[in-house]
């Protein structure tokens, strides 16, 4: 069967799954027959009472509930004795006894007995109301409060305050995201409770393991739970960042200069790209960006997932798996798994504003989000809602040298002194670029029945952008025919600027249900983004006076459609899963305007020709099997397989064990896993074709991407069909837990990947002007200076450990305090010879040189701490975090006397949060308080390194950013 063929038919078979739920919900209705048993449960949350009875005497029972409509509960269970020949006793405080017409035809005393029996019961039954909240008394609302052993319960109200029928021996279980479980008796008529924040290490957590629920500490795999009050205690204003200044192995920072690379800014674990890091949301995979990093950043050649697209308020948690997980999940789990989980907050509305502003007065930034969940009556079901909007304005940090390396302009050349004196900047804004960002985002459960219901989750982003290329000097392209200047006026130059207009989206719909026994899910995805690039303030010298101003260059568009049914069961102490996923993907390139692509193309960004434009597909199955088994109340065991398909590379086979043990008392654990993974090389490095301006000396050229199906790579080059990267982990840790509020976890890995995907450095013509040599009669046959292309090419091998420590409800005399230390070590080394092409390396050609290999060796810190500190004192909040970031290091292209090493720096952030009321607080945050920046550029004799002093910081390497100190505030309002 074709892979076409195949996704047909799951396609199909979920459909049918879903009409046939649909048409059995249909007939039921139709003919009102309902099975006694659910129809009980559904009276029970309909007027709040209770039936006891023997399943046994039930489990067959269906009734016509036609009759039943619009009577009071007294006739309705009249009306089910007739109908059934049961017998139904009131036994008080809303407490009912069911028995059959059998237990009738028993002896009177055994009845009575038994009634006695439940009356008793009753005679002790209290109402229990009280109040909850945290240390500093302030309420919580949403607390989950469950009589044990049982589904019966309820949620505190916004003021925190509940109340619940319960016998006095009746233990009372009170659980809360982010806090300590709590559990007391029922034993008097009002219990308020004091929840303590916890470690989140007794929550469960989705990924890594899709059977038993697992913890932090008991998981086989390291896994970090980072709620929506630790993103916001980092103070920083999108998901992004608040997961770098909370994730030791997570680093993204901002780009400048970079074209669309500034409007996403690549995010990876544990310094392996972008690309091998796997995003999902409530466990479903979520769309790669449109995007290939194409410019000298870190991640060039990658393609990653659009995390500014997710707006942080409607979060509830990000889990992050730091593990190998190709096997459980699929494609790109190398590094590990992101899974973000989405609010189910149902009990009030939140609304909160935020601002901003650099200390040099400028990235100025404001937003506000609202949450709100929607409970449905009679239900568990829920509905939460979230719109959030974002902008903010440029940064600018530049040099002022007065003079232009590059073109060797002096501050006393006698013709462009005055304008090097009204330019000492060469005319640079290098920062963050300027955005708008607007989103909705909803999550949506709705129970049908006691182990059924359907759920829903989306989100739609859209965002505007604007960032700047290298200004152009005067006596770098001339203005001839007046586009930027009067006839009369003094010719200044321009700066272009690349212009973004970037949309997001992602839907769920799925089924969940037990059916014979397993837990089964079935749910269909869809995901897009694109993005449309817009060049201004720019000209197309080749048009002359008819050139306009501003381009339309071109667009991109990536997305997926996706199928997965899941079934789960426990046969004792062994838990089986199984699924399989059916995904369609396809990528597209729109070509630009004509005038930004005819003779020499838009400055600074030429556009995509129509050559270039193209709609790429492809279709993917893959199947999985996992079986975890428990030898022990200790020891676990647990394996994974799945099988993949692809229909433009083929087939793939991974596997993975993993293993814990864990210690009396639960005071800590033993872990292990060894696996095998891959990664798909997206249909962007497959199918990316087009051109950019390149920097050489003081010429600027046009060179070529050429995508790896075109002829000239396949045929002329001898470049391969680019094929799946696989990889193996291993990784080996110990958590230990001697104090309920006192954690630690130490966890080394090891990370082999084989055939790496890379984007060469640029090919174009050697030095020796004699001779034409095969590569170079390549360049002239097709118009180029010099020519880049993806191939399987590289090996590398990754050596890390993570640390892991946090010390929580610390008594400070009428306070409470909290530490957090957390770290990452890494090191990767390229292993085995870079794989390039025969016609290239007989020619003395290099395919990926020192400065491209740096962007993968150590563009990224190899070493992060974070050490923080949380002080509450009844409604005041203090934070103050600590961050390391490790040395990086830049590269030269030839020479190594003229690499760069920047020396690690600690970041300080200071926090503040007041609680004014039970519905009001008001934070700010200092961000960078001590003003650290990066080590400046050092050129050391190669102005290409600096381009003759535009920059004062390393862009091509980045630890942090170079905004400086940053202030924030904002209000928080509950409804």
Not at 64 to 83: D, P, Y
Not at 130 to 145: E, M, S
Not at 166 to 175: E, R
Not at 866 to 876: A, E, T, V
């Amino acid at each position: 069967m074709t892979i076409r063929g195949l996704s047909n038919l799951l396609l199909s078979l979920v459909f049918f799954c879903f009409s046939t739920f649909n048409t059995a919900i249909y007939a039921q209705n139709l003919k009102s027959e309902t099975n006694l048993v659910t129809l009980l449960h559904q009276l029970s949350k309909d007027y709040n009472v209770y039936f006891n009875y023997n399943p046994e005497d039930l489990k067959d029972l269906s009734l016509n509930t036609s009759g039943l409509e619009g009577v009071r509960l007294k006739k309705k269970l009249k009306q089910i004795e007739q109908l059934t020949e049961l017998k139904i006793e009131s036994l008080g405080s809303r407490y009912y006894v069911i028995y059959s017409s059998k237990d009738l035809n028993k002896s009177n005393n055994k009845i009575k007995g038994r009634l006695l029996t439940h009356q008793n019961k009753l005679r002790l039954q209290n109402k229990v109301i009280g109040k909850i909240t945290d240390l500093n008394g302030l309420p919580l609302a949403g607390v989950n409060i469950r009589i044990k052993g049982t589904t019966i319960g309820t949620t505190s109200n916004f003021d925190g305050n509940y109340n619940l029928d319960a016998n006095p021996n009746d233990m009372l279980v009170y659980s809360y995201i982010g806090f300590k479980t709590k559990e007391r008796k029922a034993d008097k008529n009002v219990i308020n409770i004091v929840l303590i924040e916890g470690i989140s290490l007794n929550e469960v957590v989705m990924i890594g393991n899709r059977s038993k629920p697992r913890t932090v500490i008991n998981s086989a795999v390291p896994i970090d739970n980072i709620s929506a009050v630790d993103l916001s205690s980092t103070g920083q204003s999108t998901l992004d960042q608040m997961l770098n200044y909370k994730i030791p192995s997570f680093n993204s920072t901002n780009q400048a200069i970079s074209d669309a690379t500034a409007h996403f800014d690549p995010a990876d674990l544990r310094g392996l790209g972008p690309s091998r890091t796997l995003v999902l949301i409530n466990g479903k995979r979520k769309n790669q960006s449109a995007l290939v990093y194409i410019n000298d950043t870190p991640g060039k050649g990658e393609v990653g997932v659009d995390l500014k697209s997710i707006p942080a308020a409607a979060i509830e948690r990000v889990e992050v798996l730091r593990d190998g997980a190709s096997a459980q999940y699929g494609s790109d789990a190398i590094a590990g798994v992101l899974n973000i989980v989405l609010k189910k907050n149902k009990q009030y509305t939140q609304i909160e504003t935020q601002t901003g502003i650099t200390t040099r007065g400028d990235g100025f930034s404001n937003g506000v989000s609202i949450n709100s969940g929607i409970p449905f009556q009679n239900s568990d079901g829920y509905l939460n809602l979230t719109a959030a909007f974002y902008q903010q304005d440029f940064t600018s940090r530049t040099n002022n040298l007065g003079f232009d390396a590059l073109y060797n302009i002096t501050e006393n050349d006698t013709e462009w002194a005055n304008w090097l004196q009204k330019y000492p900047d060469l005319g640079m804004t290098v920062g963050q670029p300027k955005t708008k960002n607007y989103n909705l985002n909803y999550n949506f459960e709705l129970p049908v029945s006691p182990t059924c219901s359907w759920y829903s989750f989306g989100g739609l982003s859209y965002r505007i952008g604007e960032s700047f290329a290298l200004y152009r000097a005067p006596y770098w392209i001339e203005d001839p025919n007046n586009l930027f200047h009067e006839q009369n006026e003094a010719y200044e130059g321009f700066q272009p600027t690349f212009e973004t207009d970037i949309r997001d989206n992602y839907f769920t719909l799925g089924f969940k249900c037990q059916i014979l026994g397993f837990k089964t899910d079935i749910s269909a995805t869809q995901g897009r983004n694109a993005v449309d690039y817009l060049v201004a303030n720019s000209l197309n010298q080749s048009l002359g006076a008819n050139s306009p101003t501003r381009f339309d260059v071109g667009s991109y568009a990536f997305d997926h459609i996706l199928t997965n049914m899941d079934f789960t069961k426990a046969f004792g102490k062994t838990n089986i899963n199984f699924g399989w996923e059916v995904r369609r993907e396809s990528f597209r390139s729109t070509a630009g305007e004509p005038a930004s692509y005819l003779g020499e193309g838009t400055v600074s960004f030429p556009g995509i020709q129509p050559r270039d434009q193209l709609i790429a597909t492809r279709n993917n199955f893959g199947s999985y099997a996992e079986v975890d088994h428990e030898f022990s109340k200790r020891f676990m065991l647990g394996t994974a397989i799945r099988y993949e398909y692809f229909s433009d590379f083929g087939k793939n086979i991974s596997w993975k064990a993993s293993s814990r043990y864990t210690f009396k008392e639960d005071k800590g654990a033993l872990r292990a896993s060894v696996s095998t993974g891959f990664r798909a090389p997206s249909l962007h490095q497959i199918y990316l074709s087009n051109t950019q301006t390149l920097v050489s000396g003081e010429s600027v050229s046009n060179q070529g991407t050429f995508s790896n199906q075109d002829p000239i790579i396949r045929d002329n080059l001898g470049v391969k069909q680019l094929t799946a990267e696989r990889s193996r982990n291993i990784t080996a840790g110990i958590t230990i837990k001697p104090l309920d509020n006192l954690f630690f976890s130490a966890d080394f890995y090891n990370v082999y990947v084989k055939n790496r995907v890379l984007f060469t450095n640029e090919i174009g013509f050697d030095e020796d002007l004699a001779q034409i040599n095969p590569v170079e009669s390549i360049l002239i046959a097709n118009n180029i200076t010099s020519l880049k292309f993806f191939i399987n090419a590289v090996n590398t091998n990754t050596n890390g450990l993570d640390l892991v420590g946090n010390y929580t409800n610390i008594k400070l005399g009428e306070a409470w305090g909290k530490l957090t230390l957390a770290a990452n070590f890494n090191k990767t080394r390229i292993v085995d010879d870079i794989a390039a092409p025969t016609i290239l390396k007989n020619n003395n050609y290099e395919i990926f040189n020192r400065k491209e290999q740096a962007r993968i060796l150590s563009a990224r810190p190899r070493s992060k701490v974070l050490l923080g500190f949380n002080y509450n004192l009844r409604r005041l909040n203090l934070g103050l975090n600590n961050t390391f970031f490790g040395s990086v290091k830049w590269q030269h292209a030839e020479d190594p006397g003229k690499d760069q090493t920047f020396t690690g720096k600690i970041l300080t952030d200071i926090t503040l949060n007041y609680q004014l009321n039970t519905n009001i607080s008001f934070y700010c945050a200092v961000n960078n308080i001590f003003n650290v920046y990066p080590d400046e550029l050092d050129n050391k004799g190669d102005v290409l390194t600096d381009l003759g002093g535009r920059f004062k910081y390393a862009w091509e390497v980045n630890q942090f950013g170079f905004n400086g100190t940053t202030l924030n505030g904002g209000l928080r309002i509950k409804l």
